[in-house]
């Protein structure tokens, strides 16, 4: 089992910037494939970054590329998601989420385990 545990989320004016965290127990997660989600209200929950479990293999949709950058440290069982330029469409609730292999998936269903979720508040 794999506990996640996001953080760093919060009330930010356009064109801030915040970083998100992500901090992973139970097992190491060098070996799972990491994902970021966000799900606004009334919305389904999407994919806005996903990083292989070595780090160097990223993917980002096109709505954030060049905006959102993810990142993680095996060391310290913790993944990040930098977000930058931030607009008020940012606003949802941000999951982090583990695939158990190495390789990234594009899917909600394609995800093992999922943290509680960290609000992020953009105001115009």
């Known amino acids: 089992q794999v506990q996640l545990v996001e953080s760093g989320g919060g009330l930010v004016q356009a064109g801030g910037s915040l970083r998100l965290s992500c901090a992973a127990s139970g097992r190491t997660i060098s070996t799972y494939a990491m994902g970021w989600f966000r799900q606004a209200p009334g919305k389904e929950r999407q994919l806005v970054a996903a990083v292989t479990g070595s780090g160097y293999g990223t993917y980002y949709p096109k709505s954030v590329l060049g905006r959102f950058t993810v990142s993680r440290d095996n060391a310290k069982n913790t993944v990040f998601l930098q977000i930058n330029s931030l607009k008020p469409e940012d606003t949802a609730v941000y999951y982090c989420?583990?695939?158990?292999?190495?390789?990234?998936?594009?899917?909600?269903?394609?995800?093992?385990?999922w943290g509680q979720g960290t609000q992020v508040t953009v105001s115009s």
């Open positions: 989420a583990a695939r158990s292999t190495r390789y990234y998936a594009t899917e909600v269903a394609q995800y093992d385990y």
